[in-house]
């Protein structure tokens, strides 16, 4: 961090916990203004608590937190003036319609009447609710539902946004839509704090990702540094028999084998000249392949590698191991 | 802005969104009206006329309904307290409560916009019981400031009955526990003055009945409408009113601001 950015979001050593079940074990953040932070982990893993918190919806058992400088214990309504939030299960009001949902917000951020009117209609075009903005929200789909949420957070304009599970349980289309949005959003200057279980969604959007586990975090870094933690692109080759992946493990002294699958992992980045040499070697070597996977590295292969869960899918058999060079 | 008038500009945004859910969703209102209306036909067309022998010598079936009038008057506002209770357990398990929370509001706001919502609601089912009463043979001898008196004792007990609503809402864990919390309420005019004399009960019940809030109010809406005694029951009932109301308001308030990990 270099000391022109102004960190938006900074929380030292953030604790929770229910009962004895720790919830945050320790959470350091640093969230530079403008920029997209996507925290990344499973169910349970602390995502939301962690938004409930830096939101002003609870407070943290330990550990202390600012946003733009204010304290949230000491100033939260300085904090609320400032941010933003989209929680995971929508907040929207659905016996009202979606522009007396607007309407709502515009009163409760104490804009001027015609002000917020106008407000009101540019968000509604933006989202793509202008035709449906005098339904009530309870016939809208999943989708609307979504957009006139993160609308409504907008109406106020905050410099700071919690998107807490933002595309859960949308269909690939209003994911794309979602993401759209939330880009621009970033462009237009607003800093934005995602949660995630959708590797691709941070590797999409983030500007840094961070992944959480059991309430700590494991690695941050922007997508491409977390990538470098991991042993690069392979080819995982299949074979029918012991000899032939005996024979294919001789070619290539730098692989990884895996007799119980009868697998044989070579490094390779993933590319057509690489690719044809190595068909090339197994050629000359008069080895036959039953089958062959490409695999380029992903947050995924970050995330299970720093987490260490079992992998089950069969294409990738070697997360648990070190790895392969 | 100034606390008290960011209170008042909060406060009256979120009772526009009440009365937009009441509006929206009249069968509510209506199933609350429905109660006390019932109760008041079984009470006068079917126990009225031996309940009316019990009055005095000259007791009947309409001099009945004068008596009882004030009792449902006082089940209209129980029963819409318990519509209140549902209404805020049903908002409270809703996301845009979260969202108000993290709003740079004046926070009880959620609360006082159910609280104004319901006094208005409460106090249109008091005037539609009232027509249904007047219809049925309750003849009030009140004159315009009488009335104006009753209607602010019917106001005061409502607004104190609504904050102890809220906060039952808010204790409940689930819609079903809100809507059985206020259940007892229905039974205080019973146990009181709403709908026989205390004298004509045992001891115990009477000394309850006596002493329970209901009583006085029931007795000063009593002697507003139709002229009798009032003596100490107008202060009494002033005083329970405003205990309850502060007590329910600091007691709403603190559920509301407590940690909810929902």
Known sequence: ?325 | MSTLSLAVRDSSTMLRRNLLHMRRYPSMTFLLIGIPIIILLLFVYVFGGTLGAGLGPSGDRSQYANYVTPGILLITVVSAAQGTAISVAMDMTEGIIARFRTMSIFRPSVLTGHVLGSLVQTMLSLAAVTVVALLVGFRPTANPVEWLAAIGVLAMITFALTWLSVALGLVSDSVETASNLPMPLILLPFLGSGFVPTDSMPTAVRVFADYQPFTPVMETLRGLLLGTGIGANGIITVAWCAVITVGCFLWAKALYNRNRTA
């Open chain 1, 1 to 325: 961090m270099t000391s022109s950015m102004n960190p938006a979001i900074v929380a030292t050593d953030l604790r929770k916990s229910y009962g004895d079940k720790v919830v945050l074990d320790g959470i350091d953040l640093m969230i530079t203004e403008g920029t997209i932070f996507a925290l990344l982990g499973p169910n349970g893993a602390g995502k939301t608590t962690t938004v409930q918190i830096l939101s002003t919806l609870i407070d943290a058992d330990g550990g202390d937190a600012r946003v733009f400088g204010h304290d949230l214990t000491r100033e939260p309504d300085a904090v609320r003036a400032l941010i933003g939030v989209t929680g995971q299960f929508s907040a929207v009001d659905s016996l009202l319609t979606g522009r007396e949902n607007l309407t709502l917000m515009a009163d409760l951020c104490h804009l001027e009447r015609a002000a917020g009117r106008r407000r009101i209609a540019d968000l509604l075009d933006q989202f793509d609710l202008t035709d449906a903005a005098g339904k009530p929200v309870s016939t809208y789909s999943g989708g609307m539902r979504r957009r006139l949420d993160l609308a409504m957070t907008l109406v106020g304009e905050p410099r700071v946004i919690f998107l807490d599970e933002p595309t859960t349980g949308l269909d690939p289309r209003s994911r794309r839509a979602m993401w759209h949005i939330i880009r621009a959003l970033a462009a237009e200057g607003v800093t934005i704090l995602l949660t995630t279980q959708y590797l691709e969604e941070a590797d999409q959007l983030a500007d840094r990702v961070a992944f959480l586990d059991h309430g700590r975090l494991i690695a941050e870094g922007t997508p491409r540094e977390l990538k470098r933690l991991i042993p690069g692109g392979h080819v995982v080759l299949q074979f029918a028999d012991q000899e032939g992946l005996d024979s294919a493990a001789r070619t290539f002294e730098a692989a990884t084998r895996d007799d119980a699958a009868l697998t044989l992992q070579v490094p390779n980045d993933g590319g057509v000249g690489s690719l044809r040499s190595l068909l090339d070697q197994l050629d000359r070597a008069s080895i036959s392949v039953a089958g062959l996977s490409v695999h380029t590295p992903d947050l995924d292969d970050v995330f299970l590698t720093l987490t260490g869960q079992p992998d089950t899918r069969a294409s990738r058999p070697d997360h648990e191991r070190a790895p392969a060079r």
